[in-house]
């Protein structure tokens, strides 16, 4: 069983604290869903743990079963088991979607070590069409062109593939439509089973609607400040955030000013993850 463990984490970007303490340990098995308003650092967790160099850690610990995360570089963390799909997936004419997803199976076996080329495409065939994506989508550019709701599932689709310890999941539901939603929903759950843990980043209620979560946490100002069930989700939905404010007695729960959050952050952490 995988434990990814988060002790105490603090990270900065440029010379803006942006997580401030944040702790959690995720198990095979287990779905946590983290929910909070714009600007409260739960993208930026998501970026942190798989090593974007903008954001410098400045203390605390990430472990994956017990080996220390922060030594290692993205791709060794993806090795590992560690896998994100990001709200924006970047674009990369040239390359299909088929070489860049078998390449990167390839890159998790030992040396020497191929996957087989009939079981991959007969896999890869199998996931594109639960995920009622285009038959042709794995001779396609990959995220080249592509919708927004194709990218989402683009990411479900390499997921799939990839069979990661733990999965991070950036705000999959935005530009999805319900139709959408509920197909990368009924994909992910197919794909619990105690060898996968799951992070759920969303703003809304309605994601988890289809993917049920164990374990529910509001982040504000770069640190959970409450967790809880289902029961504390159905109660944000119903009420909103401001309840949790006044009980953590907080008043701005944002990270960062507004003035300056289009500069360090962007509309969202994650957005453009790869343009470094």
């Known amino acids: 069983m995988a434990i990814l463990k988060i002790d105490n984490l603090h990270a900065r970007v440029e010379d803006q604290d942006i997580l401030k303490g944040v702790s959690l340990e995720i198990k095979g098995g287990q779905t946590h869903a983290i929910m909070g308003p714009n600007g409260t650092g739960k993208s930026t967790l998501a970026s942190v743990i798989m090593g974007h160099p903008r954001y410098e850690v400045t203390k605390g610990t990430i472990t994956l079963d ?12 993806a090795k ?5 799909a990001m709200q924006s997936p970047q674009e990369v004419p040239g390359v299909t979607n088929s ?24 896999e890869l ?11 042709n989508l794995p001779h396609r550019y990959l995220n080249d062109g592509f919708s927004g709701g194709e990218k989402k599932r683009n990411e479900i689709l390499q997921m ?13 539901d935005s530009g999805l439509d319900i139709d959408a939603l509920k197909i ?29 979560a164990d374990y529910v946490h509001v982040m504000m100002q770069g640190r959970i400040v409450k967790s809880g069930d289902t029961d504390l989700m159905r109660k944000i939905d ?30 969202c952490a994650t957005k453009e993850a790869l343009e470094k």
């Open 99 to 122: 070489d860049f997803i078998k390449s990167a199976m390839n890159a998790r076996l030992d040396e020497g070590q191929n996957v087989s080329l009939f079981s991959f495409i007969r």
């Open 184 to 212: 990368v929903g009924d994909n992910v759950t197919a794909m619990k089973n105690q060898d996968l843990g799951l992070l759920l980043i969303t703003h809304y209620q309605r994601l988890l609607d289809y993917i049920s």
């Open 66 to 77: 017990g080996e220390n995360v922060l030594d290692m570089s993205t791709d060794e963390r």
């Open 238 to 267: 119903q009420e909103g955030y401001d309840w949790i404010k006044e009980e953590a007695g907080i008043e701005d729960e944002r990270v960062v000013p507004e003035e300056k959050e289009d500069i360090l952050l962007g509309t």
């Open 160 to 172: 799939r593939m990839l069979k990661p310890k733990i999965a991070i999941l950036d705000e999959i």
């Open 80 to 84: 590992a088991g560690l896998f994100l």
């Open 125 to 135: 065939d199998e996931a594109v069409a639960s995920l009622k994506m285009d038959e």
